[in-house]
């Protein structure tokens, strides 16, 4: 008896049927998303140039001078949104282990959003680079 293997899908899994590696940060950058527009009345829209828009609001909360313990879920939840824009943009995935999420771009490249927003918070950061980094590094 030979076993044959399922051929391998020509498009983009959907949503409903991505890798469980994404379930949470695609949860966590939801929320952010959610979150700033029913609260500061931000909209995100997960394109390249809203990240624009997350790093100049992470530096806004950084020069107010808030402890990172107080911010730590929602810049987990805008490194999250930040990843998910690059998923988007250059058929990336999550990836997962340890609970730590990474993004891993066509090109094998693996980029940690999350940590990335963590560095902005830090001033030594930018998620809109990140972005163009991981999406360029696609295109070359």
Do not use: N
């Not at 952010?32 to 992470?58: F, K, M, N, T």
């Not at 530096?59 to 930040?82: H, S």
């Not at 824009?85 to 058929?91: E, I, K, T």
């Amino acid at each position: 008896m030979t076993t044959r293997q399922a051929p391998m899908p020509a498009t983009r899994p959907s949503a409903a049927t991505r890798p469980s590696a994404a379930t949470k940060p695609v949860r966590w950058a939801a929320d952010a998303v959610s979150a700033l527009r029913e609260g500061a009345r931000v909209r995100l829209d997960y394109s390249a140039q809203s990240l624009w828009r997350v790093d100049r609001l992470i530096e806004e909360i950084r020069r107010e001078g808030a402890p990172y313990a107080a911010v730590e879920t929602v810049l987990r939840g805008l490194g999250a949104y930040a990843g998910e824009v690059v998923v988007r943009q250059a058929g990336a995935e999550w990836w997962t282990s340890g609970g730590d999420h990474w993004v891993r771009t066509p090109d094998g490249r693996l980029w940690d959003p999350v940590d990335e927003a963590r560095r902005c918070f830090a001033g030594d950061g930018s998620l809109r680079l990140l972005c163009r980094d991981a999406t360029g590094a696609v295109r070359s």
